[in-house]
């Protein structure tokens, strides 16, 4: 008889983004004339730039001749791809990463849930609280993480580096030694970012003890602050000691197309054994490569006229959470993040729960947002709002939460 990876019993309740579907589902079609705004799930809107759509459509027609057709992508993505971000992400920013050292994925998503089976189980892992859900989820389907506890809502096993109001909403290096430690800057939830000096405190930190930093830059493109790394290989030392994650995603809209890639240098070792050899045999094993026609679509991101479109969407985001933080502030809110990130962290009003003003924003001004505390028990009181709507949209929700 067949037995079950019982680790995924132990993952607790429903995920936050099905709740939240639910409860609105429910209240519209209780209320079908209600206008509901969506801000809480952090998806785009806006379409695909036009130079991407051109690279796409060339790539399709590249497909469809038998003298172009492509089959199966290079395991680590294709050269051009590489050598684009190689160039663009990394040495224009005096970062040392070589393309070689790039694995062109399907997202950010997947790269971050899949990186910890590199690693042993005997690795403890240190996550911010809040906390993107995936890096923790992914270590208890892996048996990672020991029991949870029903009421803090935390694992034995892993170290939680709270992010409040009182330390800024950056993470302080933990009591108990960790092996692996996920940061994520800027932020999802919270909107926040660390400067450059403090990324590098995390780096000698990590080198210290021997720890890898699992370092999630997926908004590194509506960072607008002098100072805040766009990549930790800016940080003296980073090379021996982090693996960074990126996504195309945020910065050029693929939600919908799916494009990521993830760094792994070549001085990452344990003892003789480089990370970089180890992931490359996981990705030739279990990954066929990102499709012909994305990859093109991923090289445009950075030609000249799709690093200009794409410079005004995020604009565009931008504006809108200028408007959000600015509206919510006006109204007597506590509001952070909003300025080198999508995401406006507000902090619900009146000793509200984050599920409670969940429900009253539903229902009072038809806004949905997202619980704080569906992303770590320290954002409980907490709320996420996202900058991804449309401008009209936004200012249309942000007018009605000041009106209550
Ligand atoms: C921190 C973080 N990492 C990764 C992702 C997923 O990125 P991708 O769409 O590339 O899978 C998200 C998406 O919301 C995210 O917030």
Redesign the pocket.
Known sequence: MFKLNENYLKLPGSYLFSTIGKKVNAYASAHPDKKIIRLGI?DVTQPLAPAIIQAMHGAVDEMGRAETFRGYAPDLGYEFLRNAIAENDYKARGCDVSADEIFVSD????D?GNIQEIFSLDNKIAVCDPV?PVYVDSNVMAGRTGVYDDVSGTWSDVIYMPCTEENGFAPELPSQTPDLIYL?FPN?PTGATIYKEQLQEWVDYANRTGAVIIY?A?YEAYISEEDVPHSIYECRGARSCAIELR?F?KNAGF?GVRL?FTVVPKELKCGDVALHSLWARRHGTKYNGAPYIVQRAGEAVYSAEGSVQLKEQVAYYMNNAHYILKGLREAGYTVSGGVNAPYIWLKAPDGMSSWEFFDYLLEHANVVGTPGSGFGPSGETYFRLTAFGSYENTVEAVDRIRAL
Do not use: E, R
Not at 107 to 110: F, L
């Open positions: 952090g997202g950010a998503k997947c971050s993107y994520c999802n999630d997926a996504s995603s939600t990521g």
